[in-house]
């Protein structure tokens, strides 16, 4: 497993950007697929983006897709969520993920992914 520990969350107006990062650790980080999810209050957690491990493919939901990048650098063990264009909407808890045994756009479930970071606020006022 990976220990995840993610950055970057605050208070922002709509339509402003955040940039949320996710550090690693643990030396085989490059074979994971990495993922971003946040939950709402009352909600569910949902998916938001992933990565995979092989060739950088990327998945976004509809609602954040155009809007939100998610990028990866193996050789600093991080993964990074740049939010562009927010809505209120997208206030959340958002979550760090990694799945070591990603099957692409079959397994963007938060079951799918075994390793969560503890998660960090994000606010987008009206």
């Known amino acids: 497993q990976v220990q995840l520990v993610e950055s970057g969350g605050g208070l922002v107006q709509a339509g402003g950007s955040l940039r949320l990062s996710c550090a690693a650790s643990?030396?085989?980080?490059?074979?994971?697929?990495m993922g971003w999810f946040r939950q709402a209050p009352g909600k569910e957690r949902e998916f938001v983006a992933a990565?995979?491990?092989?060739?950088?493919?990327?998945y976004y939901a509809g609602s954040v897709r155009g809007r939100f990048t998610i990028s990866r650098v193996n050789a600093k063990n991080t993964v990074d969520l740049q939010m562009n264009s927010l809505k209120p909407e997208d206030t959340a808890v958002y979550y760090c993920?990694?799945?070591?045994?990603?099957?692409?756009?079959?397994?963007?479930?938060?079951?799918?992914?075994?390793?969560w970071g503890q998660g960090t606020q994000v606010t987008v006022s009206s």
């Open positions: 990565i995979s491990w092989s060739d950088s493919s990327t």
């Open positions: 993920a990694a799945d070591n045994f990603f099957c692409g756009s079959s397994c963007l479930r938060a079951s799918d992914f075994g390793s």
């Open positions: 643990g030396r085989t980080f490059r074979s994971y697929a």
